[in-house]
């Protein structure tokens, strides 16, 4: 029989934090151009990240990714040139 007073919520090793990159799409915004948010959170005893219910509300996420990522190009959008990373 579970407690009462059990919480539900994945259990989160000690102090396993993790920086993610999060694209998603704004449930809000009728646009369908997707955003990127970095933020550091925690992974649950699986390894799994957790992703707090906060950050979620209003969004419909497409990929995590680990570490922090830059997004060059999305639905069409051309890649900006950068002149130090350009290939002869």
Do not use: W
Request: charged letters at 20%; aromatic letters at 2%.
């Amino acid at each position: 029989m579970k407690n009462i007073n059990e919480s539900s919520a994945p259990a989160v090793i000690g102090n396993n934090a993790i920086e993610i990159s999060v694209l998603y799409i704004c449930q809000t915004n009728l646009s369908i151009k997707p955003q990127l948010e970095t933020l550091t959170t925690q992974k649950n005893l699986n390894g799994r990240v957790i992703i707090p219910a906060e950050f979620k509300a209003g969004k419909n996420i497409l990929a995590v990714m680990e570490g922090r990522v830059q997004l060059l190009n999305s639905l069409g959008d051309r890649a900006e040139h950068n002149q130090e990373h350009q290939v002869a």
